[in-house]
Structure formats: structure tokens, C-alpha cells
């Protein structure tokens, strides 16, 4: 397993039940995560850490609502509820997580003019979080990854690491979906597609 490496994806309270975000039965997948903690010698975390006013919230577009689309300069952007915002609760893990065996932990979305669902990059798909070099230097070749929410930053996260050269498996028991207007089905076909593992 040296080689492997567990990426876990955004299980914080605002995506669970109660949350701002919350992913239908999202706290469903702390139980599954913590056994594949156990699993893996390398184990790295994504947490979203979006300012107050980020440009990704509605609330940010005067007249816009919650899961409306607007067009930004680095493309399409789903427009979402206040939520994770830094150093509030609901940024924070979901308190069932084990995530204290995580040698890293990757924040994402503290750019207040850009979004970030993957774990890679940003969603301009060229500004890096730097978690690819930190796989090379650490030799790890693959990437398993579970969380919230499938058709979004888990889903994301496993295109890009295959397009950077990494093999990758999603956890299906250790994810769930938002599915807006089809999106759910159409991350599966897309991850299919770009070689991803659904195991």
C-alpha cells in the first residue's frame, strides 16, 4: 500500500445532514472512510475553505438563487448556498471522522474569485493546489478517493488525477451525490470514460 495513497473529500458539517450543503445521507459515508483509514499508510484530506462572499456563493449575485449557473472568466459556475466558510462550524469535519491519521490536508476554494471542486486544481483547471507534486515526490502512483459529493469534487478530484497520470478508484460506497438535473449519472460516464476505477 506504500504506493497508494487515500484521499478523503470534503466530509465536513456542511455537506452532512444539518448542514448548509447538505448531501442527501452524506454523514452515511463517515463510517465507510474510517475503515479505509485504517487500510491506508498514506492518507491525505480535502477541506473546503471558502472566504465570507466567495464569488461561488448566490448570495454574492444580487437576483441569482442557489444551484443557478452563471458564467465566470474561467467558465460555467454552479451557484451554491453560504457554506464552508473558514473557521466557522461548518467548515469543519464531520466529529465521527478519523482524520487525525491524515498526513496532509489539502484546503481548497480560499480564492474568493474562483471555485475549486477537484483536488488538484481549481476550477480554472490550471491553477494547482499542489497535491500532484506532492504524490510524485512521495512516489505514489495511485489514488483511491471517497467523500461528498460524487458528482462534484470527488468526481472532479479522479478525472484530474488521471489526467495526470495517476491510477484512481472511487469508493462508491464512500460517496454520495448531489445529482443536479442529471449530474450524478453524468460524472459515472465521465469518470468511466477517463479510465476511473468505481468500485
Known amino acids: ?89 461548518g467548515a469543519a469535519f464531520h466529529a465521527q471522522l478519523e482524520w487525525t491519521r491524515a498526513e496532509l490536508v489539502i484546503r481548497k476554494g480560499f480564492r474568493r474569485a474562483i471555485d475549486s471542486y477537484s483536488a488538484f486544481f481549481e476550477n480554472d483547471h490550471r491553477t494547482p493546489t499542489g497535491l500532484t507534486g506532492y504524490l510524485r515526490e512521495r512516489g505514489i502512483a495511485k489514488v483511491t478517493l471517497a467523500g461528498l459529493a460524487t458528482d462534484f469534487c470527488v468526481g472532479f478530484s479522479a478525472l484530474d488525477a488521471r489526467r495526470q497520470g495517476f491510477e484512481a478508484t472511487v469508493v462508491l460506497e464512500g460517496c454520495r451525490g448531489i445529482d443536479i438535473d442529471g449530474s450524478l449519472d453524468a460524472m459515472m460516464q465521465r469518470m468511466r470514460e477517463a479510465g476511473v476505477v468505481l468500485a
Do not use: K
Open 1 to 89: 500500500m506504500a504506493e497508494e495513497a487515500l484521499v478523503v473529500v470534503d466530509v465536513q458539517n456542511d455537506f452532512c445532514p444539518g448542514g448548509a450543503l447538505a448531501v442527501e445521507a452524506g454523514d452515511e459515508v463517515v463510517p465507510v472512510i474510517n475503515r479505509l483509514i485504517q487500510r491506508f499508510d498514506h492518507v491525505i484530506l480535502t477541506q473546503d475553505w471558502h472566504p465570507a462572499g466567495h464569488s461561488s456563493f448566490a448570495s454574492s449575485h444580487p437576483g441569482r438563487r442557489p444551484f443557478e449557473t452563471v458564467e465566470m472568466p474561467y467558465g460555467p459556475q454552479t451557484l451554491w448556498p453560504d457554506h464552508c466558510v473558514q473557521g466557522t462550524p
